[in-house]
């Protein structure tokens, strides 16, 4: 069972994101250069933080590795955590974009509708 334990739902949880915003929220966000920046710092902080955590000397948390692909990078971090930090920090940032554009739509309170 190497990998289907964590890393199919991994690999579901980018793919349901991905589908998501392209067939439903359309925001634009992936287009957006401010995104990616956003994703680069969250992985500057994910890399220490998580590879310590999961370093595999004195790891903090450990996986059943039966439920993982073995691909550890770097710093012993499992790829699939990559995967899942992806889908999360990504839909909310979908929601808050979303939630963003459906203010800017409305019309402000105390204006005359």
Do not use: C
């Not at 992985?43 to 590795?65: H, K, S």
Request: proline content about 6%; glycine content about 8%; charged content about 20%.
């Amino acid at each position: 069972m190497i990998g289907i334990g964590y890393t199919l739902p991994a690999l579901l949880s980018v793919l349901v994101v991905l589908v998501w915003e392209s067939a439903w929220l359309r925001t634009g966000l992936f287009a957006k250069p401010g995104y990616w920046l956003t994703m680069a710092i969250v992985l500057g902080f994910q890399i220490p933080v998580d590879g310590m955590l999961t370093r595999l000397d004195q790891p903090v948390v450990v996986y059943a590795e039966e439920h993982l692909t073995g691909v550890r990078f770097p710093w012993d971090i499992p790829v699939e955590d990559f995967l899942f930090g992806f889908s999360l920090v990504t839909s909310v940032l979908l929601l808050w974009e979303r939630s963003r554009r459906a203010e800017a739509a409305a019309p402000g309170e105390g204006e005359a509708r």
